[in-house]
């Protein structure tokens, strides 16, 4: 079934099925349309990724590590569906088992970009949302990005992660709207020769957002519902235990011993760290007491 077969659903303001986090913004939209399912449990525990459409290597990696992380936490993810950073979350979101809702700058009949039809379908085929405030058949136009990003942030109760952000990024605009709104802004932050981090270095040095380095900083003390299949120890987690109940260990050390990458490893240790089997003590991971 392609996405273009769902059924679009028209939510009004005040109406049982309408998002109440958009209450909190002074110009909520009289309506939203949507495809597949937006239920309020989805919203219990949600996270913004966010950042440059001309992501980099480095931007890559840093939402494969959180997107898998909060997808293996039933973490929500939400994008904006652009190209870059956008469809990576979305993309990670979804390799990891997790759910995933995007709100588009164009009408829910306009798939921008077109790049993205396989995205858009999968999106929904895994029991996430497609969103937008305009009409189906609106096409894209610049000041639609900017607006939509006020509904990015309402979506997210945890917070906005901004993965990678230059100088002039649209992706302060979300920033200014979480700010607004008081809701969390966690930055990633970059080499200060990037021209990629500059911006979100600047959140950082502001004091406007709170560094991260690890998605635990993002998932530790919040709260939400973890998918216990996905979190018992078995298989390759198993074999970091065992590794771990012998010494601590650093990441680098892990990834050397078990022969998995370094974000592959980053990601299994959030994991583990979230279902309380191991803790971080001096940059080794050694076994919960």
């Not at 990891?96 to 085929?125: F, M, R």
């Not at 004091?207 to 120890?233: C, E, N, W, Y």
Request: contains cysteine; charged residues 20%.
């Amino acid at each position: 079934m392609k996405y273009n077969e769902y059924v679009v659903q028209k939510i009004k303001k005040g109406s049982k099925n309408y998002p109440k986090t958009f209450m909190a913004l002074p110009d909520p939209p009289a309506q939203i349309y949507v495809r597949g399912r937006l239920g309020d449990d989805m919203l219990t525990s949600s996270i913004a990724i966010v950042g440059s459409r001309r992501m980099s290597r480095y931007g890559e990696d840093v939402v494969s590590l959180y997107a898998s992380s909060c997808a293996q936490a039933s973490v929500t993810v939400v994008s904006g569906f652009m190209y870059g950073i956008d469809t990576a979350a979305h993309t990670y979101t979804l390799e990891n088992g997790g759910i995933t809702i995007a709100v588009l700058g164009s009408g829910l009949n306009q798939c921008y970009p077109p790049e993205n039809n396989e995205l858009y379908t999968k999106i929904l085929q895994a029991g996430g949302a497609v969103i937008s405030e305009y009409e189906p058949e609106a096409k894209p136009k610049p000041w639609m990005f900017a607006k939509r990003n006020r509904l990015v942030v309402a979506l997210s109760t945890i917070g906005v992660l901004i993965a990678e952000a230059a100088e002039n990024s649209g992706t302060l605009i979300t920033a200014n709207y979480a700010l607004k709104l008081g809701v969390p802004i966690f930055a990633v932050p970059g080499a200060i020769t990037s021209v990629n981090a500059k911006g979100v270095n600047e959140l950082i040095k502001g004091g406007k957002a709170q560094m991260t380095t690890s998605p635990m900083d993002v998932l530790q003390g919040r709260l939400f519902t973890v998918k216990s299949a996905q979190l018992i120890v078995q298989g390759e987690s198993d074999d970091v235990l065992r590794l771990l109940s012998v010494e601590p260990l650093s990441i680098d050390e892990i990834s050397m011993k078990t022969g998995k990458d370094v974000v592959s490893v980053l990601s299994k240790m959030s994991e583990l760290s979230i279902n309380g089997h191991v803790v971080e003590v001096g940059g080794r991971y050694q076994l919960a007491a």
